[in-house]
């Protein structure tokens, strides 16, 4: 299909893809046949759509686009390029059966496991067979990374200086949340502008507070199983999931933030958004992480499945959509205390008179993390409630600032990833599976 090679997508209509789509699924099928196509893109990265033929999804279509943050760099275009050649070497990734100038239509991988966007279905995707595929992408190659962090770690003396020594299982290597590849943080929802998250960026660097979170090791893991050097996905959620039905196996979609990193990074996101104590109960984490280690043929005796939990529950503070991240609706955490362009106007975030600053909630969170590990009725309680719960039921741990910004925080609803609601004396936002038993 040679004569699609130079052809574009980008403002193409829903009719325009589906009468695509059919063309490179089917190509002998009549001009009349129904193909639904169903736009289930996210914020920050390519166009995606969904196509079905009698109700059963035939193809995934990808459309890039140069307003969006993770398609306007050749950096980003260049990393899901190597990444996706690996993965689908590996029989990871579905293969690509159309590519135009802007666009690529790959085969789809069967059908949802979605039960609702923070849940998935169990009948099709039962904890053990997620484990599984997750620790099976995990196995894919790493090589093909290498030459491509050097790319942009020369391009900035102040990240080539700063990162020098730094391990590799730092937390700020997780590109989404610090940017470092592209200089553009990924923002999520509401601020997917390359140019926003180009300031955005800057700041962090002009104000002093990415070179402190550089240089801070609380967060980091711990754990051997945390710490290694994996093929990490960073959006490892339910609608990125899928289920072919013929060989009953899962596949892993999606690979706009896919990189090279510590295997932590594919737990925090999941931690807040389908695998933490507000979804799930400790047994279900527990085995979760079991499966996990057990199918990546690691150690899984009480103390290794305990320590990679900690350091699960750690990294939902510098995750991708963590405590710290950039996605926030009223301010960005680690730019507290300046003018920043996505702090909204009346919010104490964006005052010189903020207390504490960004800066100053490096250290707190540095010191509150270094009390819950050397405490084990603070780890306990870390991993059945959550860390930014226990800190927050806590009252900071003894901090009065630290405790005052989290109920800042609470109080613009800034801390419902967590479970956190809004006002005291309101039930946690949870599950009720999650919800402990009376």
Not at 118 to 128: I, K, R, S, W
Not at 180 to 186: A, C, F, L, N
Request: proline share 5%; hydrophobic share 40%.
């Amino acid at each position: 299909m040679s004569e699609f090679l130079e052809l574009k997508l980008e403002n193409a209509s829903l009719d325009e893809i589906a009468e695509l789509a059919l063309k490179a699924v089917e190509p002998n099928a009549l001009e009349n046949k129904s193909v639904n196509v169903k736009d289930v893109s996210g914020n920050s990265g390519a166009k995606t759509y969904i196509c079905s033929i009698d109700d059963i999804p035939k193809c995934i279509v990808k459309v890039s686009s140069s307003k969006s943050i993770m398609s306007s760099h050749p950096i980003t275009q260049k990393r899901v390029s190597l990444a996706t050649q690996v993965l689908r070497s590996q029989n990871l990734a579905p293969p690509i059966i159309l590519k135009g100038i802007d666009f690529h239509i790959e085969r789809s991988a069967g059908v949802s496991v979605m039960q609702d966007f923070f849940h998935f279905n169990e009948d099709l995707a039962p904890p053990d067979k997620i484990a599984e595929v997750l620790a099976k992408l995990h196995s894919a190659p790493i090589y093909w990374y290498d030459q491509l962090k050097a790319e942009f770690l020369d391009g900035d003396k102040f990240l080539s200086s700063a990162l020098h020594s730094v391990p590799l299982h730092s937390p700020f290597w997780c590109l989404p949340w610090s940017g470092i590849d592209t200089k553009m943080p990924v923002l999520g929802v509401g601020n997917p502008n390359p140019k926003i998250a180009k300031k955005v960026f800057d700041l962090g660097v002009r104000t002093g507070v990415y070179e402190k979170v550089i240089q801070c090791e609380a967060f980091s893991p711990i754990s051997e199983a945390a710490k290694r050097q994996v093929v990490v996905h960073n959006d490892f959620k339910p609608d990125n999931l899928l289920y072919d039905p013929d060989t009953k196996e899962l596949t892993v979609i999606d690979y706009d933030l896919v990189q090279v990193g510590a295997a932590v990074m594919d737990f925090g996101l999941p931690y807040m958004m389908w695998l933490g104590s507000r979804f799930t109960d400790i047994t279900y984490r527990r085995d979760f992480i079991k499966s996990y280690l057990h199918h990546s043929g690691l150690q899984t005796d009480e103390k290794s499945v305990k320590d990679m939990m900690l350091d699960c529950e750690i990294n939902t503070i510098v995750a991708f959509p963590g405590l710290l991240a950039n996605i926030y609706d009223a301010e960005i955490p680690l730019l507290r205390g300046f003018d920043h362009p996505t702090a909204k106007s009346g919010y104490i975030a964006q005052s010189s008179e903020a207390s504490p600053t960004g800066l100053e909630i490096v250290d707190l969170m540095a010191e509150a993390v270094s009390k819950v590990r050397s405490n084990a009725d603070l780890i306990t309680l870390s991993l059945e409630e959550g860390i930014v719960v226990t800190i927050f039921k806590n009252k900071g741990l003894g901090s009065d600032l630290l405790y005052s910004w989290l109920k800042e925080m609470q109080k613009n609803n800034m801390l419902r990833l967590f479970g956190i609601a809004e006002t005291d004396g309101a039930e946690l936002f949870v599950s009720d599976h999650a919800k402990k038993k009376k």
